[in-house]
């Protein structure tokens, strides 16, 4: 089946006087519910408090694209954002150009603007679009923040949690990858981690035990240390958990662009008693170059190297190597996404302290309240033993010569 690029244009006003900006936030995210984020080529305010909205999708014969889509689905998404957002009693009209409905004054409104569509407009009008509805996610605190736990092995006690944001339920943007991507198109990528640091100190406060557990929150070079200063600022410390309690993961994907910058901001993090990990460790491509600038207190080690590693010698080797490149560098070493008993029993083996995972608890909103005694069903009864295929491989690297 052949398939080609196909752009529609739809034209939306509303009769009951909705703010320009409401409507326009309204109209991206039902938008993006209908045709996807990444469908949404633009949104721009139309003459007359209009609000054109632009999407580009493949279409092709039998298969399904915008052009199968009623008005009516569209109407009611963008109706219903309105609805949440206080204005229940929205009038929503839409127009499609090329179709009957899309005649006399709508025509006028919006055949300027397919005319004067290229490359550099579009990149802009989705900027404005990402922007727009990130800061509205923001504006009203609409991040979801799950909890994971972090367990040493040897006794299953609770040493902290990490903190993994989300959109919320049926939201357009899932994923933390999502929503910083999202961030990252309006040309505000440090505020989306701001905002989740945030939201996840905020939280943690009120939710988390036992009281001398770590904060594991997620964050990028570029917004390395402001999130903790900004909400310092903004509320008192009884408010948020506390900072010498916070672990700043960094990962390994995000390159460290200005090492000056990053290192000044370490090291004034670490003054006021923030702790460091470097996330994704074995998975990202600045791996050694961020581990020796961040010098981390703790290595997480990617959940693509933790699968299966019971079976896999060479995964064994990494996670090896990690421990010694840890070792060397006085810090702990995570395992994160440990799933199965083997996992579990490898890991050991090979001498990791803490893990993290579906074995060990799903994330969730309201995470159980654990004490320091508790342990974990999948650490409690009769301690396991690494596998032998796994026993008998030699360590890849051996201890550093004496000079």
């Given at each position: 089946?052949?398939?080609?690029?196909?752009?529609?244009?739809?034209?939306?006003?509303?009769?009951?006087?909705?703010?320009?900006?409401?409507?326009?936030?309204?109209?991206?995210?039902?938008?993006?519910?209908?045709?996807?984020?990444?469908?949404?080529?633009?949104?721009?305010?139309?003459?007359?408090?209009?609000?054109?909205?632009?999407?580009?999708?493949?279409?092709?014969?039998?298969?399904?694209?915008?052009?199968?889509?009623?008005?009516?689905?569209?109407?009611?998404?963008?109706?219903?954002?309105?609805?949440?957002?206080?204005?229940?009693?929205?009038?929503?009209?839409?127009?499609?150009?090329?179709?009957?409905?899309?005649?006399?004054?709508?025509?006028?409104?919006?055949?300027?603007?397919?005319?004067?569509?290229?490359?550099?407009?579009?990149?802009?009008?989705?900027?404005?679009?990402?922007?727009?509805?990130?800061?509205d996610l923001i504006a009203n605190d609409a991040i979801q923040t799950l909890f994971q736990p972090i367990v040493e092995t040897a006794t299953g006690r609770v040493v902290g949690y990490e903190a993994l944001s989300r959109g919320l339920p049926g939201a357009p943007l899932q994923s933390a990858a999502q929503l910083?991507?999202?961030?990252?198109?309006?040309?505000?990528?440090?505020?989306?981690?701001?905002?989740?640091?945030?939201?996840?100190?905020?939280?943690?406060?009120?939710?988390?035990?036992?009281?001398?557990?770590?904060?594991?929150?997620?964050?990028?070079?570029?917004?390395?240390?402001?999130?903790?200063?900004?909400?310092?600022?903004?509320?008192?410390?009884?408010?948020?958990?506390?900072?010498?309690?916070?672990?700043?993961?960094?990962?390994?994907?995000?390159?460290?662009?200005?090492?000056?910058?990053?290192?000044?901001?370490?090291?004034?993090?670490?003054?006021?008693?923030?702790?460091?990990?470097?996330?994704d460790a074995g998975a990202g491509y600045a791996g050694l170059t961020t581990l020796a600038l961040l010098a981390p207190d703790f290595i997480k080690i990617d959940m693509g190297i933790v699968r299966g590693c019971d079976r896999d010698p060479l995964k064994c080797s990494i996670i090896d190597a990690l421990l010694?490149?840890?070792?060397?560098?006085?810090?702990?070493?995570?395992?994160?996404?440990?799933?199965?008993?083997?996992?579990?029993?490898?890991?050991?083996?090979?001498?990791?302290?803490?893990?993290?995972?579906?074995?060990?608890?799903?994330?969730?909103?309201?995470?159980?309240?654990?004490?320091?005694?508790?342990?974990?069903?999948?650490?409690?009864?009769?301690?396991?033993?690494?596998?032998?295929?796994?026993?008998?491989?030699?360590?890849?690297?051996?201890?550093?010569?004496?000079?």
């Amino acid at each position: 089946m052949q398939y080609a690029p196909h752009r529609s244009v739809y034209v939306v006003s509303d009769t009951a006087a909705v703010p320009t900006e409401t409507l326009t936030t309204a109209v991206f995210a039902g938008g993006a519910e209908l045709f996807g984020v990444l469908g949404v080529e633009d949104v721009a305010v139309g003459p007359a408090g209009t609000v054109i909205l632009t999407v580009s999708h493949l279409h092709g014969s039998g298969g399904l694209g915008a052009r199968t889509i009623p008005l009516r689905a569209l109407r009611a998404h963008i109706a219903a954002h309105l609805s949440g957002a206080g204005h229940p009693r929205a009038g929503v009209e839409v127009a499609k150009l090329g179709t009957t409905a899309t005649s006399g004054p709508f025509r006028e409104l919006i055949e300027h603007w397919v005319d004067h569509l290229n490359d550099a407009s579009t990149v802009t009008a989705v900027s404005r679009s990402f922007a727009t509805y990130m800061t509205d996610l923001i504006a009203n605190d609409a991040i979801q923040t799950l909890f994971q736990p972090i367990v040493e092995t040897a006794t299953g006690r609770v040493v902290g949690y990490e903190a993994l944001s989300r959109g919320l339920p049926g939201a357009p943007l899932q994923s933390a990858a999502q929503l910083l991507d999202a961030g990252r198109q309006g040309g505000m990528e440090a505020e989306v981690m701001v905002a989740m640091a945030q939201l996840a100190r905020r939280r943690a406060v009120h939710l988390l035990s036992p009281p001398d557990a770590l904060l594991f929150i997620n964050m990028g070079p570029a917004a390395l240390w402001r999130p903790l200063h900004a909400l310092d600022a903004a509320g008192s410390e009884a408010d948020v958990w506390p900072v010498e309690q916070t672990v700043v993961e960094v990962t390994e994907h995000a390159p460290v662009t200005d090492a000056g910058a990053f290192l000044a901001d370490r090291d004034s993090a670490r003054a006021q008693g923030v702790r460091f990990a470097l996330d994704d460790a074995g998975a990202g491509y600045a791996g050694l170059t961020t581990l020796a600038l961040l010098a981390p207190d703790f290595i997480k080690i990617d959940m693509g190297i933790v699968r299966g590693c019971d079976r896999d010698p060479l995964k064994c080797s990494i996670i090896d190597a990690l421990l010694y490149l840890a070792e060397h560098a006085g810090a702990t070493v995570i395992a994160e996404g440990v799933e199965t008993q083997s996992e579990l029993a490898a890991l050991r083996g090979l001498g990791v302290s803490q893990v993290q995972g579906f074995l060990i608890a799903e994330p969730t909103e309201t995470p159980e309240r654990i004490t320091a005694t508790s342990v974990p069903r999948a650490l409690s009864g009769r301690p396991l033993r690494i596998p032998a295929a796994v026993a008998t491989q030699p360590r890849l690297l051996q201890p550093l010569p004496q000079r």
